[in-house]
């Protein structure tokens, strides 16, 4: 199969890219190299250098590969970013996921795989786990958009036939993780303090808790999306949850950890995470 991935250089978009090659597909990379890293790409991969907010560009990258699916995770990923200003979010997880469609829906593209969010939709859950039914009420103009193109991915469907599989991803941890990032980075960034001798700090009292999964897992799931789940919406998860304080004892011992007391609720970029996420 010809499958063209949005944002395969990039952490979680490079493994799924290695995965199809591996599975024997041929597989084309869209990113703008902003936050991706052209060595994460594999030599086997066709790249078009292009930023999603063009449709231009995308036209051209879809029109010249013409890929049979497309995987969708080129992304702003990061959750204070989104409430610091979330027109650029907006323009590139929204407008951006909107070119990609238009593309391909007019380069008769079959599917859209999108790499979606379960942590940033739910707010703070009513239950944990949380499952695809939980109401809907992000706290974090991230999470609204990426519910937002969600729904666009059943418009289009619904009016122009192309299907989807929509993965919404617990916090995902592994190689090539940015450790200099601060979002959904926990394991990477206490790794590399640890690595480094550094002491470890964690916000609040150390109970916030997340579900985390190896990004191998998620390369597995993209897999099996390439043939089941059309129209559906699906958790990749563990389904548990680590309090931060646990998942800093868990990640190696003999380093020196720092419990900061509580951030001021004025901080919106902290309000914009819940407080606990398990889907």
Same mark, same amino acid.
């Given at each position: 199969?010809? %499958?063209? =991935?949005?944002? *395969? ?6 493994? =799924?890219?290695?995965?199809? #090659?591996?599975?024997?597909? /041929?597989?084309?990379? $869209? ?16 790249? @078009? ?5 063009? +449709?231009?560009? =995308? ?13 969708? @995770?080129?992304?702003?990923?990061? =959750? ?13 997880? !929204? ?5 990609? $469609? ?6 008769? !593209?079959?599917?859209? %795989? ?6 940033? +939709?739910? *707010? /703070? ?6 499952? /695809? ?19 666009? +991915? ?12 929509? $993965? &919404? ?17 926990? !394991? ?13 700090? #964690? ?14 897992? !998620? ?7 390439? /043939? ?31 419990? &900061? ?19």
């Amino acid at each position: 199969m010809k %499958i063209l =991935v949005t944002g *395969g250089a990039g952490f979680i978009g490079s493994h =799924v890219v290695d995965a199809y #090659i591996t599975a024997g597909h /041929e597989v084309a990379v $869209l990113d703008n190299m902003s936050t991706g890293r052209e060595e994460n790409v594999n030599s086997s991969a066709r790249v @078009h250098r292009a930023d999603v907010r063009d +449709l231009a560009q =995308v036209q051209a990258a879809i029109a010249a590969f013409r890929p049979e699916l497309v995987n969708h @995770h080129a992304a702003q990923s990061e =959750v204070p970013r989104s409430v610091a200003d979330p027109g650029y979010d907006a323009q590139v997880n !929204v407008v951006g996921g909107l070119n990609v $469609l238009r593309a391909a829906v007019d380069n008769s !593209v079959r599917k859209v %795989i999108f790499s979606s969010t379960g942590g940033a +939709l739910y *707010g /703070e859950p009513d239950v944990v786990p949380a499952d /695809e039914d939980h109401p809907i009420r992000p706290l974090s103009p991230y999470g609204t958009g990426k519910f937002a193109f969600e729904q666009y +991915l059943a418009t289009f469907q619904r009016t122009f036939g192309v299907t989807f599989t929509t $993965l &919404r991803y617990a916090n995902i941890y592994g190689a090539r993780q940015d450790f200099a990032a601060e979002e959904g980075r926990v !394991v990477a960034i206490f790794a590399s303090r640890m690595i480094e001798g550094k002491p470890v700090t #964690i916000d609040g009292d150390g109970n916030q808790s997340r579900d985390m999964l190896h990004v191998g897992d !998620v390369a597995t799931a993209n897999l099996a999306a390439l /043939e089941r789940g059309d129209g559906g919406t699906y958790h990749v998860s563990s389904g548990t949850s680590r309090g931060s304080a646990r998942r800093a004892r868990a990640t190696c011992t003999g380093s020196r950890s720092t419990t &900061r007391a509580p951030p001021s609720t004025s901080d919106g970029a902290r309000r914009s995470s819940s407080r606990r996420a398990c889907a």
